[in-house]
């Protein structure tokens, strides 16, 4: 078995002119420090195996050009440090989440956490597990290529959702998110796709108690599942009725349940700031595609949305965060501490 090199960041916050100071103990043994609760192990093709062998509070961190698969073992994963995420895959990392115990897992966040339990920059494939917060924090946050195939997802937030689907660091870089299985359950929108973002769900259980299963601003193709809205419609699809080819939804073999007498798809435009549901006829062509024809022109229009992040939407996610607060002398700044980032060993 090869060892890995793991950089275990020790965060020294320093008052002195507004700046914080960072020290970075490299320590290259296989379990980097006690109580760490995790097992790593090369693997033959080069990818690493990380299993937790007890309940573990760590920020792990998956760098360019590293393969990881996270087995959770029926254990419980808390991020250390409330301005990182427990788990972060940068781009050019790819990870792999399952769950040996069969769903036992869990993946969470303390509580004066300041970001997503989960950011994905990367390559993430999400098998099995639980992964929840009670904060106005995602759940998931996915800004380049992830799949969902199995597992639970809960958020007790009332302001915001549950999975977000979002363009943000890199604009370069369009968001793509498969969903074929797993069960989401939130207060707020259970997934909200945002502009010049796309997601394919195949399936699943999607569920909102207040706003909407599935809230769409980009290009959405839902082709089975389960989505559904108890106090409010199933899907939401944002327009801008300005604009057009900005964006799409599709909807063919999917079962939506919404809010008695409430149809199951609402349209907002974002130029007009207002729900339009009722001005538009809604079709479905033979492909799946929703068609709508606004009534008082009697014309097609396109489909399109353009929608701003919500204020509650929080944006944050632990990119070269450096933070000023000058409130009359000073404050003490925090920041990421005790990650843990998988390296190779470097060799002589």
Partial sequence: MKKLKLLAFAFIAFLFAGFIRVNAIHIDELIPYPESNIEVEEQDDGS??????????????????????????????????????????????????????????????????????????????IKAGTFKTDLDFYVIRNEA????????????????????????????????????????????????????????????????????????????????????????????????????????????????????????LSIYDKALSKNVTDDYNTTIDENGNVILKEKKEDVTTTTVATTTQKAEENPKTSDNVLTFLILGIASLIGVCGSSIIIKKKMNA
Wanted: net charge negative; glycine share 10%; with cysteine.
């Fill in 145 to 264: 290529n992830m799949t969902i195939s199995g597992g639970n997802f809960i958020s007790t937030s009332n302001k915001t959702s549950l999975v977000g689907n979002i363009q943000y660091v890199d604009k370069n870089v369009t968001p793509r998110l498969t969903v074929s299985g797993g069960n989401f359950e939130a207060n707020q929108d259970a997934l909200k796709n945002y502009e010049n973002s796309i997601v394919n769900i195949t399936g699943g259980e999607f569920t909102s108690q207040n706003a909407f299963a599935l809230d769409n601003s980009g290009y959405a193709s839902v082709t089975g599942g389960k989505l559904t809205s108890v106090n409010n419609a199933a899907v939401r699809f944002q327009i801008d009725s300005t604009k057009e080819n900005e964006s799409s939804l599709k909807i063919n073999g999917a079962t939506l349940n919404s809010k008695e007498g409430v149809s199951d």
């Fill in 48 to 125: 690493y195996l990380l299993t937790l062998t007890d309940d573990a509070t760590l920020d792990i961190i998956i760098q360019n050009g590293e393969v990881a698969t996270l087995d959770l073992n029926g254990h419980k994963l808390v991020n250390f440090t409330p301005a990182c995420e427990a788990i972060k895959v940068e781009k050019g990392g790819t990870l792999t989440i399952t769950d040996s115990s069969n769903g036992n897992g869990v993946v969470t966040q303390r509580d004066d956490s300041t970001y997503s339990v989960i950011t994905n920059l990367g390559t993430l494939n």
